[in-house]
């Protein structure tokens, strides 16, 4: 079976690339999933020491309402929202 010189390629990215994609894909679907997480009025950032003190501030003072508003703040990283999130999973400080 001879195929398209352009259906060819595609199938060779495919198979190079396609566990690349699909772990990309589920990175995002945990970030919207992420973007849902709601954060309770219990929990008090200058409570939290796994926070960076950079966080503890910003966070305690724009008060964001779910992880994903959270996210976009300025100066506040990936693992500053992976360890609220845990917070909140545990459901305790």
Same mark, same amino acid.
């Given at each position: 079976?001879? =195929?398209?010189?352009?259906?060819?390629?595609?199938?060779?990215? =495919? !198979?190079?690339? @396609? @566990?690349? %994609?699909?772990?990309?894909?589920? @990175? !995002?679907?945990?970030?919207?999933? !992420?973007?849902?997480?709601?954060?309770?009025?219990?929990?008090?950032?200058?409570? *939290?020491?796994?926070?960076?003190?950079?966080?503890?501030?910003? =966070?305690?003072?724009?008060?964001?309402?779910?992880?994903?508003?959270?996210?976009? *703040?300025?100066? *506040?990283?990936?693992?500053? %929202?992976?360890?609220?999130?845990?917070?909140?999973?545990?459901?305790? =400080?």
């Amino acid at each position: 079976m001879d =195929l398209p010189e352009e259906v060819r390629a595609q199938i060779e990215i =495919l !198979a190079r690339y @396609g @566990g690349y %994609v699909e772990q990309e894909e589920r @990175g !995002a679907k945990k970030a919207r999933e !992420a973007e849902m997480v709601r954060i309770p009025a219990w929990v008090e950032y200058a409570r *939290i020491p796994a926070l960076r003190f950079e966080a503890r501030e910003k =966070l305690g003072r724009i008060r964001p309402e779910d992880l994903g508003q959270m996210a976009r *703040i300025p100066g *506040i990283t990936p693992a500053d %929202v992976a360890v609220l999130a845990v917070v909140i999973k545990r459901g305790r =400080l």
